[in-house]
Nanobody, 124 residues
Framework: QAQLVESGGGLVQAGGSLRLSCTAS????????MGWFRHPPGKEREFVAS????????NYEDSVKGRFTISRDNFKDTLSLQMNSLKPEDTAVYYC?????????????????WGRGTQVTVSS
């Protein structure tokens, strides 16, 4: 069974930065599009960013454009999310996910495997 494990979450002040990582195992990583989603407290899960199998195509939710950067290393089977200029509204549990849609996708129901999440808390 494929496994995705997120790391790098934590508590940061507004304006600060965090880098999330997601390590894949038992998965042909380069065969999958990848995505980051988040679940803010009291809200629905939402799309953050996605990346195609080779990193050539990325997409972002509007509120994170210019602040977050998604990337991947197919040699290390690792997905990353660099988050800069963090805001309190970025507080959420962040999940990485893998989809057989090699281009990546903004829809959670297109994803086949999910990690367990990592908490990001941004204080004001």
């Amino acid at each position: 069974q494929a496994q995705l494990v997120e790391s790098g979450g934590g508590l940061v002040q507004a304006g600060g930065s965090l880098r999330l990582s997601c390590t894949a195992s038992k998965l042909a990583f380069s065969d999958y599009g990848m995505g980051w989603f988040r679940h803010p407290p009291g809200k629905e899960r939402e799309f953050v960013a996605s990346i195609s199998w080779n990193g050539g195509n990325t997409n972002y939710e509007d509120s994170v454009k210019g602040r977050f950067t998604i990337s991947r290393d197919n040699f290390k089977d690792t997905l990353s999310l660099q988050m800069n200029s963090l805001k309190p509204e970025d507080t959420a549990v962040y999940y990485c996910a893998a989809t057989v849609d090699v281009g990546g996708a903004p829809n959670a129901n297109r994803y086949n495997y999910w990690g367990r999440g990592t908490q990001v808390t941004v204080s004001s």
